[in-house]
């Protein structure tokens, strides 16, 4: 798992380079951020020309599914410094191979385990992919811009098994698709929060 973020992470590296940011950029975000799905969705809207600040916000967002994660896993995270770096290798990786564990030692393991393994294979990766995509300048020649979407599908489709996840979904990408012609870069993807009133009325209306 952690090779195959490492892996994400090249493509990471290159298409960031491609797009014209500076090689440095998305290394040190793999490593600051430590978030994949974030991290490309900052840079595709940087990309397009949209604000840094629209960007910033899209990635805090998605992001915010860490939030549950955080209280589900803080047992494994220690105390002191160790809860501070066992805060920032939270991941999706690192807390669903923890919360698959029967007991609280194999839990513990598991989570600093792939945790430290992503926190070191990620950002190898985007250190790779950002070398290699300022050596060969045309990055699209390898491929690699087909990860980005690739990447959030991943991340979006188990969710929408359920019902209402999939027509809050389904809203909100109508929405982002209508803006699109009509506003600057970012913000057609803060609009489709909109998707989650529609996910929400109807969890409402069958409680």
């Known amino acids: ?21 500076a090689p440095w950029l998305p290394v040190l975000m793999a490593g600051l951020v430590l978030a ?20 910033l916000a899209a990635g805090l967002l998605v992001n915010a ?4 994660f955080g209280l589900a896993v803080g047992g494994v995270t220690g105390n002191g410094w160790r ?15 923890a919360l698959g564990q029967d007991d609280a030692a194999r839990r513990r393991a598991a989570y600093w385990l ?10 190898a990766g985007a250190l790779i992919g ?6 060969i300048g045309d990055t699209d020649l390898l491929g690699l811009d087909a990860m980005f979407p690739t990447v959030l599908l991943a991340l979006v489709i ?24 009509f506003l600057p870069a970012g913000i057609p993807v803060l609009l489709a ?9 109807r969890r409402a209306a069958v409680r």
Do not use: K, Q
């Open 1 to 21: 798992m952690c090779l195959a973020d490492g892996i994400v992470g090249v493509s990471y590296g290159a298409i960031a380079v491609g797009l014209g940011f």
């Open 36 to 55: 994949g799905a974030s991290e490309f969705l900052f840079v595709g809207i940087v990309a397009a020309g949209g604000s840094p600040l629209a960007a």
């Open 65 to 68: 599914r860490h939030m549950p």
């Open 83 to 97: 809860r501070l770096l066992g805060s920032h290798i939270l991941n999706d990786e690192s807390a669903v191979f």
């Open 114 to 123: 792939c945790g430290i393994g992503i926190l070191v294979c990620w950002p």
């Open 130 to 135: 950002a070398t290699a995509g300022s050596v």
């Open 158 to 181: 188990p969710a929408l098994r359920d019902l209402a996840t999939a027509r809050a979904a389904l809203v909100g990408a109508g929405v982002a698709l209508a803006a699109t012609p």
């Open 193 to 201: 929060l909109v998707g989650l009133c529609a996910g929400g009325v």
